[in-house]
């Protein structure tokens, strides 16, 4: 279930139905450069406005909390088994100490 913006401090509550990346990386948890990146990459919708960005509420909605595709889960398995081929040993003498 994913977490909607009206659960969201009043802090962001957006009277324009955009939020800046300031106040999106606030609501993510994320940095202003991670919000700058998923922008770039595609995977945060956003509009231009001279040099700003803003971020419609709904974008953050969909941002928030939102289940993994099957595909991102294969993926981030794929990258957990070959880390733990790879140091597999490391990691269990750093679970030691």
């Known amino acids: 279930m994913t977490e909607k913006l009206t659960n969201i401090k009043p802090l962001f509550v957006s009277k324009n139905g955009f939020f800046s990346t300031t106040e999106a990386a606030k609501i993510l ?8 990146n998923r922008v770039k990459r595609g995977s945060l919708k956003a509009i231009r406005i001279g040099k700003n960005w803003a971020i419609p509420k709904e974008e953050l909605e969909n941002n928030l909390g939102r289940p ?27 679970g030691k100490e």
Do not use: M, P, Q
């Open 29 to 36: 948890g994320i940095s202003r450069i991670a919000v700058f």
């Open 68 to 94: 993994l595709s099957e595909e991102e889960k294969r993926i981030l398995l794929e990258g957990v088994r070959k880390v733990i081929a790879e140091y597999g040993e490391t990691l269990r003498r750093l």
